[in-house]
């Protein structure tokens, strides 16, 4: 069993990781967070796997190419800004994109493949999201009037699919393990 968790991921494109960061550092005032995920680490989670045992990493590996066969490149639009856990001290802050019946599409196909490899996964429902921060670190609860739209609905396309590990001790901590491009 490795020491690091592993998970499959939507991969951003470099031009929305520099948009986030941007509208982070012009944000980041109005919204005290404990811990700011680096820039880098920005995706989408389409499945946890935590800590995969090797056979079954390695399975998921060479199987997920035919899994993936028939999936194409898909728009997807940044829209707005959320929140995970409770309203007056949230645990996640996150940005969301529109609804994709694409991206629901290929989040089940990874996942019920997942489940098939052998995977304990997490059962609560897909909420596609970018984790931008954790932990509400304020004495003042939050504003939830703070919940807007991203002003520029920036789209971009959803063109590959990462099995991301993570190293808790490094910045940026995920690292792509493995690469699957939809043709």
Known sequence: MSKHHYFFAVKLPIEVKAFLKEWVEAKKQDFPFAKW????????????LGFAAEEMKYEAIQTMPEVLKDEHP??????????????????????GVEHSNELIHLQKKVYNH??????????????????????????????????????????????????????????????EFARFLLE
Do not use: C, M
């Open 74 to 95: 898909f728009p997807l639009t940044l829209h707005q800004i959320g929140i995970f856990g409770p309203h007056k001290k949230p645990r996640i802050f996150w940005a």
């Open 114 to 175: 997942l489940l098939k490899v052998g995977f304990e996964l997490d059962k609560k429902p897909f909420r596609p999201h970018i984790t931008l921060a954790r932990k509400w670190n304020s004495p003042e609860e939050f504003d939830q009037n703070l919940l807007t739209a991203i002003e520029n609905n920036l789209s971009f396309t959803v063109n590959e699919i990462i099995l991301y590990e993570t190293h808790l001790d490094q910045t940026p901590k995920y690292h």
């Open 37 to 48: 995920v680096h820039h880098e680490d920005y995706h989408i989670t389409l499945a946890f």
